[in-house]
């Protein structure tokens, strides 16, 4: 089953608007990370949170991390046109480690579209 | 930054036909990759691990026969869509991480596009 949740699904907002994307997990983790996708493309990897950090910046983009929720969100702040695409956040398996790292399950993304 | 070059990006085959797709990490070595599959405005689903010089470790559900992964150097992974059916057309989607260590992010192909027609 999928590990992580998202909300909204999609999202629609002009330029220059910020974008809140929000993720929900059942199990412990120790990161969550954050990935982009362009239709069609691959996907990049965005920023990662450790377990014990309850908030992570990276340009415009911030993250939060609630352990005891189990959620995490994704804030795009000035969003650009280019910022259109659908975002992914993704957690490793419970006690990650040894051979699962970098084993990772994706939530069903939010299709964010930014009009110019 | 590392990269990882997926081929080909898309591919048009007939029902009852093999497809090979192949997922090179260029500039670090990588002793696991992760083959996931997409379906349209749908998340990725994991298909298997592929781990260079042993057996892939295919996720339930998933049937190893018909999709054979071979992971024979530590920068080439081959996922194999054997006998492919419609049902298999989806988005291949193919990753490693770039160091070892459950904190270490996923760098991802661009990803192959199959239909079968």
């Known amino acids: 089953s999928q590990q992580g949740e998202e909300d909204p699904q999609a999202l629609s907002i002009q330029e220059g608007e910020n974008a809140t994307m929000n993720c929900s997990y059942k199990?412990?983790?120790?990161?969550l990370q954050w990935y982009r996708q362009n239709s069609g493309r691959g996907l990049v990897h965005l920023i990662l949170?450790?377990?014990?950090?309850r908030e992570k910046h990276s340009g415009r983009l911030r993250v939060t991390l609630d352990t005891s929720k189990k959620s995490s969100s994704l804030l795009i702040t000035a969003s650009r046109a280019a910022d259109t695409a659908s975002y992914f956040c993704?957690?490793?398996?419970?006690?990650?480690?040894?051979?699962?790292?970098?084993?990772?399950?994706f939530g069903q993304g939010t299709i964010l579209t930014v009009h110019p | 930054g590392a990269v990882v070059s997926q081929h080909p990006s898309w591919v048009i085959c007939k029902s009852g036909t093999s497809v090979k797709i192949e997922c090179r990490s260029l500039?670090?070595?990588?002793?696991?990759m992760f083959w996931y599959r997409q379906f349209p405005k749908q998340s990725l689903m994991l298909m298997a691990t592929s781990n260079e010089g042993s057996k892939a470790t295919y996720e339930q559900g998933v049937e190893k026969d018909k999709f054979l992964i071979n992971h024979a150097s530590l920068t080439l992974s081959t996922l194999t869509v054997t006998s492919a059916h419609p049902e298999d057309s989806s988005f291949y989607i193919c990753?490693?991480?770039?160091?070892?260590?459950?904190?270490?992010?996923?760098?991802f192909g661009n990803g192959t596009r199959l239909t079968v027609t």
């Open positions: 199990t412990s983790i120790n990161n």
């Open positions: 949170i450790r377990s014990n950090e």
């Open positions: 500039d670090f070595q990588a002793t696991t």
């Open positions: 993704a957690t490793p398996p419970p006690n990650a480690g040894g051979t699962s790292y970098g084993k990772l399950t």
């Open positions: 990753s490693a991480p770039v160091r070892t260590g459950a904190l270490s992010p996923l760098h």
